[in-house]
């Protein structure tokens, strides 16, 4: 009586794991369907931002203090080649004694 329910149980585990292999096959296949279908997406949308060399749209916003703010557009303090408050470029005459310590 023993011997026949392991062999029983054996054959239906065996059935269940081969059932959850198509099951798993099925999903798989409807995955790869699903993105042939949708991968083109991001190629055909249209709309795109300004081209090169155009203008940043102008617009007004609330910082986090509460001021008003002006973003884009031209800048009333005219053209600049470089901002005065960063300095973005690497120091051309670095000063030997701001070195790093060492890491003991």
Do not use: Y
């Not at 054959?11 to 042939?36: D, F, M, N, T």
């Not at 940043?56 to 703010?69: C, E, M, T, W």
């Amino acid at each position: 009586m023993t011997n026949e329910l392991l062999i029983a149980s054996s054959v239906l585990q065996w059935v269940a794991l081969c059932a959850g292999g198509v099951v798993l096959l099925g999903i798989a296949r409807q995955v790869g369907l699903l993105h042939e279908r949708s991968a083109p997406l991001g190629a055909m949308i249209t709309d795109h931002g300004p081209g090169v060399g155009d203008k940043a749209p102008s617009f007004s916003i609330i910082d986090v203090k509460g001021q008003k703010r002006q973003v884009g557009g031209e800048d009333p303090a005219g053209p600049r080649l470089r901002d005065e408050g960063a300095d973005l470029a690497a120091d051309p005459n670095p000063d030997p004694s701001r070195r790093l310590p060492a890491a003991a």
